[in-house]
């Protein structure tokens, strides 16, 4: 099993910046990809963005203001928000597509965290 924990959102100001971290741990053989998603409130989750090995790709709502990172010793990913705009206003959702042995892929989600962009 694989647990992801999120941190990091919180309530910011149009125009703001915030950083959310994702932690993987638990039985990984190997992580495959690992991404944000986000869910508003009457929509539907929609993709951020997702890195896998050796290409990271975005929304196009948020590309030039968001960036994913990732620290494979850490099993970590991270999301670094800029320019945040209300629209940006969600409960974020980390997700990982792992491999716990040689054979055995799943793909896991965090419990998500909320970020409130508002004045």
């Known amino acids: 099993q694989v647990r992801l924990v999120e941190s990091g959102g919180g309530l910011v100001q149009p125009g703001g910046s915030l950083r959310l971290s994702c932690a993987a741990s638990g039985s990984i053989f190997r992580i495959n990809a690992m991404g944000w998603y986000r869910q508003a409130p009457g929509k539907e989750r929609e993709l951020v963005g997702v890195?896998?090995?050796?290409?990271?790709n975005y929304a196009d709502s948020v590309k030039g203001r968001f960036t994913i990172s990732r620290d494979n010793v850490k099993n970590t990913v991270y999301l670094g928000m800029n320019n945040l705009k209300p629209e940006d206003t969600a409960v974020y959702y980390c997700n990982a597509d792992v491999n716990s042995d040689i054979r055995m892929r799943d793909d896991y989600w965090g419990q998500g965290t909320q970020v409130t962009v508002s004045s």
């Open positions: 890195t896998g090995t050796g290409n990271t």
